[in-house]
């Protein structure tokens, strides 16, 4: 059995009469929103064979699965990244497991470093698509055609109706939202102020280390995939300060209720 299939079962002997459908990802920062999870059955990641254990600090490192908005949702308080040394084949673990145990469709939030002076920290970023600058790609490697594709379109990475799910509900709830690009860089450095320069140029408006490669993972194994960001920080030297996780932490926290409400009412809004 490969790794995934191992969580995947694993996790379906925990779940008994739990139906999970959507999945969350949360990012730097925005740990909480689990807390208003109902119901919770937490799992920590180091129980579930085949999953990497979670060493980014402030990434608890546990799904947490129950009720949130009228949906049934399995979410992960903390991710992976490439630059904890986890290998691209390792990262497909945790969103096939999700996609074999039900899981349809997959929210993912991040903290992100903005690329526009008007898109302040505190604000939030809808990923309307998104720029690898990484060269790697978690997909590299053998395909499985049960799975997905060898060759897969990303036309429409993020999909159009969750998209616009989203929009409407922030837009009756007169939460600013803007729309963007997200560039990965690997990580673990920030940016330099000149590689910020460059990469608004190549036309992206928000910047991490994450959530292009679950993206690539989901969608290859059929989920549909929106995205958003929380902008922690202006990218390096547009601003003048320094950039620390501390930040990204503190101002991902002071975020977290606004998209935390945010999601909720969108989950209520799928029933
Ligand atoms: O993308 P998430 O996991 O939210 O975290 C972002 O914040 C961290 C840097 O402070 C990096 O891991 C970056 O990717
Ligand atoms: N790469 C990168 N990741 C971030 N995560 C939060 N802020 C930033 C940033 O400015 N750059």
């Given at each position: 059995m490969k790794a995934y299939q191992l969580s995947a079962e694993y996790l379906r002997n925990k779940l008994s009469q739990r139906k999970p459908k959507v999945a969350i990802i949360l990012g730097s920062g925005l740990g909480s929103l ?238």
């Amino acid at each position: 059995m490969k790794a995934y299939q191992l969580s995947a079962e694993y996790l379906r002997n925990k779940l008994s009469q739990r139906k999970p459908k959507v999945a969350i990802i949360l990012g730097s920062g925005l740990g909480s929103l689990a807390d208003a999870i109902e119901d919770p059955l937490i799992i920590p990641y180091y129980d579930i064979p085949g999953f990497p254990t979670a060493t980014v600090h402030g990434h608890k490192g546990q799904l947490v699965i129950g009720t949130l908005g009228n949906q049934e949702v399995a979410c992960m308080q903390g991710r992976f990244h490439l630059y904890e040394g986890i290998s691209p084949e390792v990262l497909q673990i945790p969103l096939r497991a999700l996609k074999l145990i039900g899981c349809e469709q997959v929210l993912l939030t991040n903290a992100a470093g903005s690329l526009h002076s008007e898109m302040a920290p505190g604000s939030l970023m809808l990923i309307e698509d998104h720029i690898n600058f990484t060269g790697l790609n978690p997909l590299t490697g053998e395909n499985d055609e049960a799975i997905g594709p060898r060759f897969l379109d990303l036309t429409q990475a993020y999909d159009r109706d969750m998209r616009t799910s989203i929009q409407r509900v922030a837009k009756e709830m007169k939460i600013e939202l803007h729309n963007g690009v997200y560039l990965w860089a690997v990580g673990p450095t920030f940016e330099t102020p000149a590689e910020i320069r460059m990469f608004r140029l190549l036309g992206a408006d928000a910047i991490g280390m994450s959530t292009v490669p679950e993206t690539l993972v989901a969608r290859h194994c059929g989920m549909k995939v929106a995205a958003i960001s929380s902008i922690t920080n202006l990218g390096a030297g547009m601003s003048g300060n320094a950039l620390s996780h501390e930040e990204t932490l503190d101002e991902g926290q002071k975020a977290a209720k606004l998209l935390g409400d945010l999601i909720v009412k969108w989950l209520e809004s799928l029933l």
